[in-house]
């Protein structure tokens, strides 16, 4: 009988190991696919096997699950956003390459687009913040005077958590902000572009959603402004 395995792609060296854990007690084979596994050092710790491969090529990853396939029966593919949450765009791109279940690639890019995100929600009437989408730092001052100070700027795609993200109070604050983005010490994956918003201040829900089913709520606790640094989760919310 043909061994089953799960597909990681890339790892996480706080939550690998507890997917490594879960794979192996539903008798799952784990596989990691990473562009530098040695990143992970549970890998080598566990003698888990891994292979090196471009994780920002969607064909070489296809080429390194097809030829898994050979040997394995490959039961699932899951990834860790790492460095930024793309990588759940491209775990759904493979997924229905190999006729696997898993999340539709198009919701999750539109989800991990903030602007676009914002879009789809002001249309389906659910009340948001305003904002603004700026590419250079005219446009963020321009969207900032609309809105009305204080703002928040954050990259609108690419990386994870509070990456980049920073309530600005005053037009210094702005424009050393946008100088931050926009200079070189932020790392874009793409062409810059910057949601400038509207602060609402208030406690932070997340919604965990499977399909149609509400797993539960999670209340996050934030580190002092300007930065929204995450401190801790609070699961379920009370």
């Not at 990456?163 to 810059?192: D, F, M």
Request: charged fraction near 20%; glycine fraction near 8%.
């Amino acid at each position: 009988m043909t061994r089953r395995a799960l597909i990681l792609v890339e790892g996480s060296r706080s939550n690998g190991p507890l997917y490594v854990e879960a794979a192996q007690r539903l008798c799952l084979h784990p596989i990691t696919l990473a562009a530098d596994p040695a990143k992970y050092g549970y890998l080598a710790a566990e003698a888990l096997e891994s292979i090196r491969v471009d994780t920002d090529n969607l064909d070489a990853l296809i080429r390194a699950c097809s030829h898994l396939r050979r040997t394995y029966n490959i039961a699932g593919i899951t990834g860790f956003s790492n460095p930024d949450e793309s990588v759940y765009a491209t775990v759904g791109k493979l997924c229905r390459h190999f006729d696997l279940p898993g999340p539709n690639p198009v919701s999750i890019e539109r989800c991990c687009d903030k602007f676009v995100q914002r879009q789809l929600l002001a249309e389906a009437g659910v009340p948001i913040p305003a904002y603004r989408l700026a590419t250079n730092a005219t446009e963020v001052e321009s969207s900032a005077a609309e809105i009305g100070l204080p703002v928040v700027l954050k990259p609108a795609v690419g990386g994870i958590g509070s990456t980049g993200v920073r309530l600005c109070r005053s037009v210094n604050e702005l424009a050393e902000h946008t100088t931050y983005l926009l200079a070189g010490k932020h790392i874009w994956r793409s062409s810059p572009r910057i949601l400038v918003e509207e602060f609402a201040q208030g406690p932070h829900y997340s919604a965990h959603i499977m399909g149609n089913e509400v797993i539960g709520i999670v209340a996050a606790e934030f580190g002092h402004p300007p930065h929204f640094v995450f401190r801790g989760f609070t699961f379920p919310a009370l």
